[in-house]
């Protein structure tokens, strides 16, 4: 079993920067394979960026290649996502997810997070 805490978001100016963080609570964090997914109100849950288990690999939707890094310290069980150069169209609850497949599908992983909310103004 494994808990996600999702924390960062907030309100920031469009072209700003924000850094989201997910503290992994349970066992095996380093086992798993984690996912950033964010859900704009109305639409689906969409996928973001994504790592493998040591952070060797690593992927991004083509809306946030470039301005979006994903990341993970294993010694702190924490995975983050660092959001640069923001749009408005990035307005989003964002969601951590973690699984044992590394996968862009929402429905493959796990665990979830709570999501934290990202508001980007024009």
């Known amino acids: 079993q494994v808990q996600l805490v999702e924390s960062g978001g907030g309100l920031v100016q469009a072209g700003g920067s924000l850094r989201l963080s997910c503290a992994a609570s349970?066992?095996?964090?380093?086992?798993?394979?984690m996912g950033w997914f964010r859900q704009a109100p109305g639409k689906e849950r969409d996928f973001v960026a994504r790592?493998?288990?040591?952070?060797?690999?690593?992927d991004y939707a083509d809306s946030v290649k470039g301005r979006f890094t994903i990341s993970r310290d294993n010694a702190k069980n924490t995975v983050y996502l660092q959001m640069n150069s923001l749009k408005p169209e990035d307005t989003a609850v964002y969601y951590c997810?973690?699984?044992?497949?590394?996968?862009?599908?929402?429905?493959?992983?796990?665990?979830w997070g709570q999501g934290t909310q990202v508001t980007v103004s024009s």
């Open positions: 790592i493998n288990w040591s952070g060797g690999t690593t």
């Open positions: 349970g066992r095996s964090f380093s086992n798993y394979a």
């Open positions: 997810a973690a699984g044992s497949r590394y996968t862009a599908i929402a429905g493959r992983y796990d665990y």
